[in-house]
């Protein structure tokens, strides 16, 4: 009963039919077209059940990044995945440690199984790999680390993740959760399966909600030592993913043209909110993800809560991040051309 329930971002504003929906990071482009049409064929068969092993999916996910397709478990988001991965390693006189702004279902997971969430402190809004290991005791089961991180946009690099992971000891398993890392494009970053090759008491999340733009089908994966897939195996439902989200994502993993897009217009925004917010007085910090988390001036007219009164009154939705210890600070989106250019406009007005 301690657990605070998950909100997820906004999606209406009462008296409005027509919103822009930048509070949930969702994919400004939408799914591929192939995997809307895969997802469509599914229809006539739904009296079926699905690949429980979801072996065509693992397959593709294995091809197409390199990777033993036997030690990938599919699930229903990588929610189902990181909760399955705190009930398995974690419970009652246990803690589980991650990053203070890091994501909250992290929190939440390690309630749920009975287990202590215990946060470190960030240095800048970014992990402090030094304050993480600081925090470690003799009752840390699972350090949750998102990288690149919700709602912040950081991320550690490959060099600090590895000190992470060196400076743990052997019996604790690292979540290295990269829902975002399809958007990243810096040189320096490495998504975790390296990691997960080198070890056994680590393990690398992905989704297919973000990037894919399959938010509503709820697909994700992991990949991790043969130990642990075990484990996953033996936990999880026997048809824990449907079979509408097998279809959408396999032909989703075929359509890389459509990522490749994608990620291109996120640059485009990124670049562009950052060089046109900057002289308005806003922050919009550093960030390698599909949205920017902005800084207003505390205090006075133009703080947070008013900027985000503002927006909605104008049927813009960004997120407040008071539930991440960010009561300065709205995280948006990165939408649609015409939306982020409404978002431009509403944001200089409100400075102005």
Known sequence: MGISPYVGGRSAVAGRQNVIRLASNESALGPSPRAVTAYEAVGNSLHRYPDGGANDLRAALGELHGLDAARIVCGSGSDEILQLLAKAYAGPGDEVLYSRHGFLVYGLAARAAGAEPVAAPETDFRADVDALLAHVTEKTRI?????PNNPTGSYLTEGELRRLW?????NILLVIDSAYAEYVT????EAGADLVDRAKNVVMTRTFSKIYGLAALRLGWCYGAEEVIDVMNRMRGPFNV???ALAAGLAAVADQDHIATARRHND???KRLDAELTPTGITALPSVCNFL???FPEG???DSKAADAFLTARGILARNVDNYHLPECLRVSIG???EMDALLSALKEFMA
Do not use: C, I, Q
Request: aromatic fraction near 10%; hydrophobic fraction near 40%.
């Open 143 to 147: 350090l949750f680390l998102a990288n």
């Open 166 to 170: 060196g400076g743990l000891p052997e």
């Open 186 to 189: 810096v040189e320096d970053y």
């Open 242 to 244: 449907t079979a509408p």
């Open 268 to 270: 485009k925004w990124l």
């Open 293 to 295: 988390l902005l800084r």
């Open 300 to 302: 006075g007219s133009h």
């Open 336 to 338: 649609r051309d015409d």
